[in-house]
T-cell receptor, first 112, second 113 residues
């Protein structure tokens, strides 16, 4: 069966510090991978998606970036965090050609 | 702008009743539709998906799709306190391998014992 991991689970960072969140998927090959952010009182916002190694599409221009160095690894980064980057970051995967997305446990980020 | 609308609630129903959650979407070409449940502080988990007009049943859950009216609903029969959560409706605009979903903001359901 497939499993998706995210870490860290929670993170408190000062404004201006860098960020690296990691997501890995087990039990599947060549998944589509997604990064979402869920801010308080707002819906899920798609940030990036990837259909393969090194292939990243950005949905929202901002100070975040994503990379996919391996087939089942997806990383979300920032060089300098803003207060507005606080939120619940969710990684999701879907099978190749599939539409159903499955979410990881999430990382709760608080920028102070 | 492509949108998915849900009543934010909270929707309060007594234990054992039927809970009805509704969702409307703006893009008539939308292909597939998903319901996720999200407990407070947790990530969304998939409940059901539906692609064709009509009803789809899975246990206590029934998804209903009406593409002509551009709405999709989720019925929860015999509601339990453990069903108390926020329910997210999601719509796939393209139906293809990109699988990009547009999410509503969710409806908070409270089931009272």
């Amino acid at each position: 069966s497939q499993t998706i991991h995210q870490w860290p689970a929670t993170l408190v960072q000062p404004v201006g510090s860098p960020l690296s969140l990691e997501c890995t998927v087990e039990g599947t090959s060549n998944p589509n991978l997604y990064w979402y952010r869920q801010a308080a009182g707002r819906g899920l916002q798609l940030l990036f998606y990837s259909v393969g190694i090194g292939q990243i599409s950005s949905e929202v221009p901002q100070n975040l970036s994503a990379s996919r160095p391996q087939d089942r690894q997806f990383i979300l980064s920032s060089k300098k965090l803003l207060l507005s980057d606080s939120g619940f970051y969710l990684c999701a995967w879907a099978g190749t050609g599939g539409q159903t997305q499955y979410f990881g446990p999430g990382t709760r980020l608080l920028v102070l | 702008q492509k949108e998915v609308e849900q009543n934010s609630g909270p929707l309060s129903v007594p234990e054992g009743a039927i809970a009805s959650l509704n969702c409307t979407y703006s893009d008539r070409g939308s292909q597939s539709f998903f319901w996720y449940r999200q407990y407070s502080g947790k990530s969304p988990e998939l409940i059901m998906f539906i692609y064709s007009n009509g009803d789809k049943e899975d246990g206590r859950f029934t998804a209903q799709l009406n593409k002509a009216s551009q709405y999709v609903s989720l019925l929860i029969r015999d509601s339990q306190p453990s069903d108390s959560a926020t329910y997210l409706c999601a719509v796939n605009l393209y139906g293809g391998s990109q699988g990009n979903l547009i999410f509503g903001k969710g409806t908070k359901l409270s089931v009272k014992p």
